[in-house]
């Protein structure tokens, strides 16, 4: 196993606030610490990841549409409402996937993204630095790091080709752990748990849990979800029969239950801690899915192609969803984050960003980011601080 110090670029520059304004069963144990795996053999850098690529494909379709003007000097005020702009040092064509904080210190924490990108903060997110892990380092590959997720100074990093990254010391040093070419499917998703647990998801809807800092795994379904949908082909749901595709959006919500969108957005499926096998059901909209998400309470929410927004009506499992008023104007919304059960936010393409304060019933939109030349695609909530990532390395942090 190999422990590494994090490098540090001395020539780096911190990141500033700008003010001016295969399908079947699922083996039950797939990793065995015997030394370095060696990764997937499919590109110097990892393929698409279907959550990031799929959102943003759409936002930029879109944006096309709607005559998106990409001028980037139309980006003159740095403040939009609640949220300012903050310069990251990355190279714009880096794509951010994800951000993470120490639950020990919650001013200490990480940016992933393509290009093997690991940013650092120690000021909330004001400042960033970056840093370089030399345990991921392979001359045969650029990983993308999809996921990063703590529970206090334990932190893992997930990636394509499939790489597993773990600190338990705040970051400063990381471990690689091999991952089994048997692997079903891309690693999408990582739960810190603490205490050497944490649950890993594929994008062929492969759980895995570890309770013992990834010396051993259990599978927690039994079978990928083309297995389940090609084992249910009488189930009614709309595409199911002979599927062998992936899932563009996979999310977990804070009980452990999980909900993916399949890449052709036309159902979703569900998954609750104890069930044997992924539950598909059909969209309740002619309009093609674009990613699904937990409200604060518990409820799903659902985005469709064009801007629709849904919040599932009843209790948990319930296949009812009504409409929200948004008014997205045409242009794609891609994620939804809430910083508590009123407050919450959506972002999507051209710099697209709207507010609700009544739990997602309304929305209005904060027209202040309207010249964001860039689409916004991931928002998130770490108690009182919040982020928004977007591409070109357009990074928000939230101020109210």
Known sequence: MERVT????????????????SSGKIEEEPW????????????????????RDALLRAAMLGATLAGWNEDANAETDYVYGDWELVDLPVDPEVILLDVAFSERDPKHGFVVGTRQT?????????????????AAKDEDFNYRFNAVSFSGDEGWIIGKPAILLHTTDGGSTWERIPLSAKLPGTPILITALGNGAAEMATDQGAIYVTSDAAQSWKAAVQETVDATLNRTVSSGISG????????ATVQRGEDGRYVGVNSRGNFYMTWTPGDTFWTPHNRVTGRRLQNMGFMPDGKLWMLTRG?????????QGSEEFAEQKLGSRGFGVLDLGFKDETVGYGVGGSGSLYKTVDGGRTWRRE?????????????????NMGFILGNEGKFLRYTA
């Open 307 to 315: 801007g629709g927004v849904y919040i599932q009506e009843g209790g």
């Open 240 to 247: 199911a029969s002979y599927y062998t595709g992936t899932f």
């Open 118 to 134: 690991l940013l650092e903060t120690t000021d909330g997110g004001r400042n960033w630095e970056p840093r370089s892990i030399a």
């Open 32 to 51: 065995k610490r015997k030394g370095r795996t060696q990764a997937a053999k499919d590109g110097k850098e990892g393929s698409a990841v279907p959550r």
């Open 6 to 21: 994090v490098a540090r670029h001395a020539h780096a520059t911190q990141g500033r606030i700008r003010r001016k304004g």
């Open 367 to 383: 027209k202040s980011a309207d010249n964001i030349s860039g689409n916004l695609y991931l928002v998130k909530f770490f108690e």
